[in-house]
């Protein structure tokens, strides 16, 4: 009989779409039958020309910024998806900024991630080749299992 793998480190990656948050039930769900530990983490894109940016503001005006950000991403988190799981079940909110696949695939190489759960938003054509795709990078480069939960769409 062949056994499976337990994943006791699993791996969420958000950016609070409606199809990350359909990969979300997939993420836990592991987490959880392996009693294990569930990160969920969200990469801020870099804003670009931040230092441009500021030379316009202040560093007051920063700092209120990142602060109002942070309480967003604490509410986006507890609303989304701490407030639905069960209690018992581990888990930790991890919060980055930069180039969204590179800091997924830092991040798990720092923590030694068994899985990866990721979700895709069903880009195809020119849409694609502009926005890309992260789930692909985090295919191609991740030495780690990805699950990869496709976009939630109806048939037609």
Do not use: W
């Amino acid at each position: 009989m062949i056994e499976y793998p337990k994943y006791k480190k699993v791996l969420f990656c958000t950016d609070f779409s409606d199809n990350a948050n359909y990969a979300f039930n997939f993420a836990y769900g592991v987490a959880k039958r392996d009693e294990g530990l569930l990160y969920l983490l969200h990469v801020t894109p870099d804003i670009p020309h931040k230092a441009y940016i500021e030379n316009y503001i202040t560093a007051e005006d920063s700092e209120n910024i990142r602060q109002a950000i942070e309480e967003d991403l604490n509410d986006k988190y507890a609303r989304l998806y701490v407030n639905e799981m069960e209690d018992g079940v581990k888990y930790k909110l991890i919060s980055l900024s930069g180039r969204e696949d590179e800091e997924i695939i830092k991040f798990a190489k720092k923590e030694k991630i068994d899985i990866i759960v990721i979700g895709t938003h069903g880009r195809t054509g020119i849409e694609h080749v502009f926005f890309g795709s992260v789930a692909e990078k985090i295919i191609r480069y991740s030495p780690y299992p990805v699950f990869v939960i496709p976009c939630k769409r109806k048939p037609k």
